[in-house]
């Protein structure tokens, strides 16, 4: 199957600074992707999808301008967590989806993000 | 979209096989079934996929009633790397631009 990979694994940061999590499909164009945060012991909860070439559209609740998304290619879309706090420790994960009649999707390994 | 409804967890031991249910009253026409498994502090990894009937691999089967709605995931003879949250989604077919919503999925424990 296609392959989703996400760089990096983990992250720790400190409080106040930006953390840039990048998502590259490297098998199929993925004009469309997506990401999705996780906490302990729930599921994947989308934040917004990243369009290539445009803006991002956000879910109710995710702050835009905390959560920068830049879809430069057809095969890469990065997460930017502004100012992170600690609150914002997740698990992060991106996903892709190739145009065809299969609505299988292509997960990345996540990332899991700490805040200090 | 089509909302779902797991069990919330299950437990069962090694070598046994595990059948997951879950309804999804609402599936549209158009929209597939499809399983993923993900394992602690991994991205959800595809199992099976499926419109109707049984699809089967290398890995589990996957029954699907006539009137589709709701599907069974079978995992033959069960190991302990087998622990871990089983998803069921619906979706439509050619909707690349649209995410996949998860449910809570099962979290699905098995025991030596």
Redesign the interface.
């Known amino acids: 199957g296609a392959v989703v990979s996400q760089h990096p694994s983990w992250v720790i940061c400190k409080s106040g600074t930006s953390v840039k999590i990048e998502c590259r499909s490297l098998d199929f164009q993925a004009t469309t992707m997506f990401w999705y945060r996780q906490f302990p012991k729930q599921s994947l909860m989308l934040m917004a999808t990243s369009n290539e070439g445009s803006k991002a559209t956000y879910e109710q609740g995710v702050e835009k301008d905390k959560f920068l998304i830049n879809h430069a290619s057809l095969t890469l879309s990065t997460l930017t967590v502004t100012s992170a706090h600690p609150e914002d420790s997740s698990f992060y994960i991106c996903s892709a989806r190739a145009r065809t009649m299969n609505t299988e999707a292509f997960f990345g390994q996540g990332t899991r993000l700490t805040v200090v | 979209l089509a909302k779902t409804t797991q069990p919330i967890s299950m437990d069962s031991y090694e070598g046994q096989e595990v059948n997951i249910t879950c309804s999804h009253n609402n599936i549209a026409t158009n929209d597939?079934i499809?399983w993923?498994q993900q394992f602690p502090?991994?991205?959800?990894?595809?199992i099976i996929?499926g419109y109707k009937t049984k699809v089967t691999n290398e890995v589990a089967s996957l029954f699907i009633p006539a009137d589709r709605k709701s599907s069974t995931l079978s995992l033959p003879r069960v190991s302990l790397s087998d622990t871990a949250v089983y998803?069921c989604l619906v979706?439509?077919?050619?909707?690349?631009?649209?995410?996949?919503?998860?449910?809570?999925?099962t979290r699905l424990q098995v025991q030596p």
């Not at chain 2, 502090?41 to 595809?46: D, H, L």
Request: charged share 10%; aromatic share 20%; proline share 4%.
């Open positions: 597939y499809t993923y502090s991994q991205g959800p990894r595809f996929q998803y979706a439509a077919s050619g909707t690349g631009r649209r995410a996949l919503t998860f449910g809570s999925g």
